[in-house]
């Protein structure tokens, strides 16, 4: 069998959780769906093997650029495990979603997955997850995915969510300050080609998908959204994201 993990994570969170799930899973290839020059078309899966597919939940649902990336890959009845992660506050439609979306592609979805990441708007809510706890929970739940996978078990999870989705709410669009260096890391790194290389210090509202990766890998910190939206929301989000939420395995 062979194994892969796919993965768009702008900020590392998701990342994190990939790969503590698939720990003990040998040889592992890693799919990064967060670039903009791979024609994802082209890549294709054998039947036997086992594929994670992981995506941070965006307002309760997948992020659109992320699921338009996964439904160019050729699943070919490959076994999946969907994951949504997110920044402890809900992920509603998220992982629906991803099911959905992994079985048009022609992935088998075998179990799904939720997981608690920081928080990539609000570093506070969920923050140093996943911890220790985590790391080994998410372990044994890849664990167990690599027995269902043995046994030929290939029933399809019910994982919560609605139909139709939620909308996608309005992201915050960061711009940076005086002290950008314009050393272009963020053009280069954008998964939806927002920032052009002729002006550094804003991103193109029409493209940006408000994932926060250029604000977490600027080397300065020039790259910020507003700080007072992001106080609002953090007063708004306080009671739902403070109450600890659990990582879950749908099998
Ligand atoms: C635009 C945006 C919307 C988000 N919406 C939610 C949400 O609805 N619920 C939640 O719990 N976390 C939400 N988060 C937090 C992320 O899901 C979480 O931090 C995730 O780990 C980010 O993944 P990454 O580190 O791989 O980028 C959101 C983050 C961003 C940037």
């Given at each position: 069998?062979?194994?892969?993990?796919?993965?768009?994570?702008?900020?590392?969170?998701?990342?994190?959780?990939?790969?503590?799930i698939t720990?003990?899973w040998?040889?592992?290839?890693?799919?990064?769906?967060?670039?903009?020059?791979?024609?994802?078309?082209?890549?294709?899966?054998?039947?036997?093997?086992l594929?994670l597919?992981?995506?941070?939940?965006?307002?309760?649902?997948?992020?659109?650029?992320?699921?338009?990336?996964?439904?160019?890959?050729?699943?070919?009845?490959?076994m999946?495990v969907?994951?949504?992660?997110?920044?402890?506050?809900?992920?509603?439609?998220?992982?629906?979603?991803?099911?959905?979306?992994?079985?048009?592609?022609?992935?088998?979805?075998i179990t799904?997955i939720?997981?608690?990441?920081?928080?990539?708007?609000?570093?506070?809510?969920?923050?140093?997850?996943?911890?220790?706890?985590?790391?080994?929970?998410?372990?044994?739940f890849g664990d167990r995915i690599l027995e269902k996978a043995a046994?030929?078990?290939?029933?399809?999870?019910?994982?919560?969510?609605?139909?139709?989705?939620?909308?996608?709410?309005?992201?915050?669009?960061?711009?940076?300050?005086?002290?950008?260096?314009?050393?272009?890391?963020?053009?280069?790194?954008?998964?939806?080609?927002?920032?052009?290389?002729?002006?550094?210090?804003?991103?193109?509202?029409?493209?940006?998908?408000?994932?926060?990766?250029?604000?977490?890998?600027?080397?300065?910190?020039?790259?910020?959204?507003?700080?007072?939206?992001?106080?609002?929301?953090?007063?708004?989000?306080?009671?739902?994201?403070?109450?600890?939420?659990?990582?879950?395995l749908?099998i």
């Amino acid at each position: 069998m062979k194994y892969y993990r796919i993965i768009f994570s702008p900020t590392g969170g998701t990342e994190k959780v990939a790969n503590a799930i698939t720990k003990n899973w040998k040889q592992i290839e890693t799919i990064d769906l967060t670039l903009l020059d791979t024609d994802y078309a082209k890549i294709s899966f054998e039947k036997d093997s086992l594929v994670l597919i992981a995506m941070p939940s965006f307002g309760g649902v997948a992020p659109s650029l992320a699921l338009e990336r996964l439904s160019m890959l050729k699943g070919n009845g490959a076994m999946c495990v969907v994951t949504a992660v997110y920044g402890n506050r809900a992920y509603e439609d998220t992982l629906l979603q991803m099911q959905d979306y992994a079985q048009t592609a022609g992935f088998q979805v075998i179990t799904a997955i939720s997981a608690v990441a920081e928080h990539s708007i609000i570093r506070k809510y969920a923050a140093g997850r996943p911890n220790l706890n985590d790391y080994k929970e998410l372990a044994e739940f890849g664990d167990r995915i690599l027995e269902k996978a043995a046994s030929g078990a290939l029933s399809t999870p019910v994982v919560p969510g609605n139909k139709p989705y939620k909308k996608a709410g309005v992201g915050m669009i960061p711009k940076a300050n005086a002290t950008c260096t314009a050393c272009g890391l963020c053009a280069q790194k954008c998964p939806s080609g927002a920032i052009s290389a002729d002006q550094l210090k804003l991103s193109d509202k029409s493209k940006c998908i408000s994932c926060m990766r250029c604000v977490s890998i600027c080397p300065v910190h020039a790259r910020k959204v507003s700080q007072l939206m992001t106080s609002v929301a953090a007063a708004a989000l306080k009671k739902t994201c403070s109450v600890e939420k659990e990582n879950e395995l749908f099998i």
